[in-house]
């Protein structure tokens, strides 16, 4: 794959940059930097034990960017895990890593991990450090999301979309995009020419494909129940990539749609269509 698609994807689903298996419902997950053993498994709702332990792992420092790690195919059942928040505590005397990570229900690794710390780093009287937030203040206190609600915007009949527009809302914050309501089992068709580069599914994205379209510009198709085109395809104005599905959270079909050229989003009104 590309450098420069590698960065796409990576900026765009971090962190649940995955492919399936071919042969299971397990998730192959390729980790990014920055990543750690402990933060993967967070955020499938497992302990990194369990994760080491299914990739025969011994020591997850020696884990490194690009490494393939094998999720188990059972974490597809579980309910999906909220997403942890941190605060800022001040050590106290006699305080160690150790009594603050039983205080805080979670493994030694995690309180390291989270605070860039060594396995032989000793905490000092006054130093602030990051620990977990206790779930009764998660409750009264829930983390902001990571994109503020989507603005419905006016529908211009003269602009054409990957799929016929009921609703357009904009999407603001570390993505920038559309969201398009449509019908389920609706054709997702290609604005543009161009290459297949990737296919598959993504973690709150459904199945998505990527469509890299002359000068540069990629176009993300998300939300489909299925996929109709695969990787190294070339597609026209119009060619079928998918079938659009329903989101479970909202009980509605809607399409994601994104527009980047190299890893600058593109206005999705404006990007080229032909």
């Known amino acids: 794959m590309k450098p420069g698609l590698n960065r796409l994807l990576f900026f765009l689903f971090l962190p649940f940059f995955i492919a399936r298996s071919g042969f299971s419902d397990e998730i192959i997950h390729v980790m990014q930097r920055g990543e750690t053993i402990y933060s993967i498994a967070r955020s499938y709702g497992l302990s990194a034990q369990e994760v080491m332990t299914h990739n025969r792992i011994s020591d997850a420092r020696t884990v490194q960017a690009g490494a393939r790690i094998r999720i188990p195919g059972n974490n597809t059942t579980r309910p999906s895990p909220p997403r942890q928040t941190y605060e800022e505590y001040q050590v106290q005397r006699n305080d160690t890593l150790f009594s603050l990570a039983r205080r805080y229900g979670i493994q030694l690794a995690e309180l390291l991990d989270m605070n860039g710390f060594s396995p032989d780093y000793v905490i000092k009287a006054g130093e602030k450090i990051r620990v977990p937030v206790l779930a009764s203040a998660q ?136």
Do not use: H, M
């Not at 993505?175 to 019908?183: A, C, F, P």
């Open 139 to 274: 409750a009264s206190n829930p983390p902001a999301p990571v994109n503020p609600p989507a603005a419905t915007v006016r529908i211009d009949p003269g602009i054409r979309w990957p799929i016929n527009a009921r609703e357009i809302s904009n999407i603001t914050g570390r993505l920038n995009g559309v969201l398009i309501t449509g019908e389920r089992q609706e054709s997702v068709k290609s604005l543009t020419a161009g290459t297949v580069v990737s296919v598959g599914p993504y973690r709150g994205f459904g199945r998505v494909a990527i469509v890299q379209s002359p000068g540069g510009y990629f176009y993300v198709y998300g939300g489909c129940e299925t996929i109709l085109v695969k990787e190294g395809d070339k597609v026209s104005s119009g060619t079928e990539l998918g079938r659009l599905g329903v989101d479970t959270k909202t009980s509605t079909s809607q399409l994601f749609f994104f527009v980047y050229r190299g890893n600058t989003a593109v206005d999705p009104f404006k990007a080229p269509r032909a």
